[in-house]
């Protein structure tokens, strides 16, 4: 058995998680339930942070290149969260996102809906696996709420509810794909290098 390269992306983000987390794939047939969630955080251009919160789908055990990822990511405004609360806070997450599969982890043109948080610049679904990138841009309707109970320069502790109607964005592994559900209690940091 051939080790998988995603196994090794996903074991050094570990990140403690809730009993009763939920990330999910919704498609036309059964559903995919994603295990081992796991949450990190990511700096990004412009004052941004990235909230990554992941799972990890392995249908065969012991089986060769079958793995799936399933990724909720948010782009947070870290000055603008400071500023509307140095403690606990919960942003509502509502929009339109359009994710380009053209650059792998490119963040999306993201239009907000009603009510959405403006801290959060951005939030959308992404899959990955042993597969060339899906041509055609990923169209997503979002809904959902991002508690973050505890915030400091390097780790967020909170709690993550999204909803996705649409294709993940990525390598397009799963056929029939029509949403997202992500519940999941995350303990995020950036990683050590």
Not at 94 to 107: D, H, I, K, T, Y
Not at 158 to 173: A, K, T
Request: proline share 9%.
């Amino acid at each position: 058995m051939r080790s998988s390269p995603l196994l090794f992306l996903v074991l050094p983000l570990l990140a403690a998680c809730g009993d009763s987390d939920t990330i999910r794939l919704r498609t036309a047939g059964d559903d995919l339930l994603f295990d081992l969630p796991h949450a990190s955080l990511a700096f990004a251009p412009n004052g941004i942070t990235q909230l990554r919160v992941c799972g990890l789908s392995d249908p065969l055990p012991g089986g060769e290149d079958d793995e799936t990822t399933l990724c909720a990511l948010l782009d947070v405004n870290r000055a603008e969260l400071e500023a509307r609360s140095p403690g606990a806070v919960t942003l509502k997450l509502e929009g339109s996102a359009v994710v380009s599969n053209e650059v792998p982890g490119q963040s999306p043109s993201f239009e907000p809906g009603a009510g959405h948080a403006p801290q959060v610049r951005a939030a959308w679904v992404t899959e990955g696996c042993f597969g060339p990138p899906n041509p055609e841009p990923a169209v997503q309707q979002v809904r959902g709420e991002l508690r973050i109970e505890a915030h400091d320069d390097n780790h967020w502790r909170g709690h993550l509810e999204l909803h996705m109607e649409g294709q993940p964005g990525g390598s397009g592994c799963v056929v029939g794909a029509e949403g997202a559900d992500f519940e999941v209690q995350f303990d995020a940091a950036y990683p050590l290098f």
